[in-house]
């Protein structure tokens, strides 16, 4: 059985799925590899407009596979010291593959997501939990930092600098209630509802303009690195202008809803 399983649940919308339950889809290298190839060729996909990530069985991802971390591939011949730098390159690109899929992202977060797992949560655009979701920065419990994969980055950015400190520094578990309250999900729904919960929300993004969707996610991400709110509302005109003067999207919704249907976007 593959550890990395991609599936079209519904139209446009993708499903990656790691697979490798008995270790709580952990983040061996035999995993993480085609996941990244999976995200890979998900955003490459013109048919895909919006795309789903979850673990199979019980957990989410469990971070760090600590007893069979797997293959890492190219490093015959290199000292320890290059091999650690070659395997943390490697796990970084995981998480910039998923930061790059074109389409929205949603983690669907069936429970545990730890260590390196919490951090390919935050790497997603959108976060829904079950109620067995569970997040930690392990790092620190583990005796190194809690730095890891964009965490300090990605982190502070979703709940703000003191939760994050707290969390990271502490060590402890953020259970799904918590996570709501505090932002670190969107919503929490029973855990039976939640991969049907995730493919409506899905739908309903892939319904809309994929420039319109796909700016806006740009944009999104752009604002967590810009200098300066002028700059950014620079960039975030342009990209309005180009859906506006580019597309049809605009007349097509004014007139939907005078017709009192659903837009039809040609793009």
């Not at 997603?124 to 930092?145: P, V």
């Not at 709940?159 to 502490?170: D, N, P, Q, T, V």
């Amino acid at each position: 059985m593959p550890f990395v399983l991609v599936d079209r649940p519904r139209p446009h919308v993708a499903l990656i799925t790691l697979n490798r339950p008995e270790r709580m889809n952990a983040m061996a290298f035999d995993v993480m590899i085609p996941f990244r190839e999976a995200l890979e060729e998900v955003s490459r996909d013109n048919g895909v407009r919006a795309v789903v990530i979850t673990g199979a069985g019980r957990g989410f991802c469990s971070g760090a596979d600590l007893e069979n971390p797997g293959h890492i591939p190219g490093i015959d011949g290199l000292t320890l010291p290059t091999i650690a730098l070659r395997s943390m390159e490697l796990l970084d690109d995981v998480v910039r593959a998923l930061r790059r899929v074109h389409q929205p992202v949603i983690a669907a977060v069936n429970g545990p997501a730890i260590g390196g797992g919490l951090c390919l949560s935050l790497a997603a655009d959108i976060r829904l939990g079950s109620d067995t979701a569970l997040f930690r920065a392990a790092g620190i419990n583990n005796g190194l930092t809690a730095s890891e994969l964009g965490l300090s980055y990605l982190l502070p950015r979703a709940i703000g600098s003191s939760r994050a400190f707290e969390m990271m520094l502490s060590g402890r578990d953020v259970d799904a209630a918590e996570a709501e309250r505090i932002g670190l999900v969107s919503r929490v729904v029973p855990g039976d509802k939640l991969l049907d919960a995730s493919y409506e929300l899905a739908e309903r993004i892939a319904g809309f303009s994929r420039p319109g969707t796909e700016l806006t996610k740009r944009m999104l991400w752009s604002s967590l690195d810009a200098a300066s709110l002028e700059a950014h509302m620079g960039q975030e005109g342009l990209a309005q202008l180009y859906v506006r003067l580019t597309t049809h999207n605009f007349e097509e919704a004014i007139k939907a809803r005078r017709e009192n249907r659903p837009p039809d976007f040609q793009d």
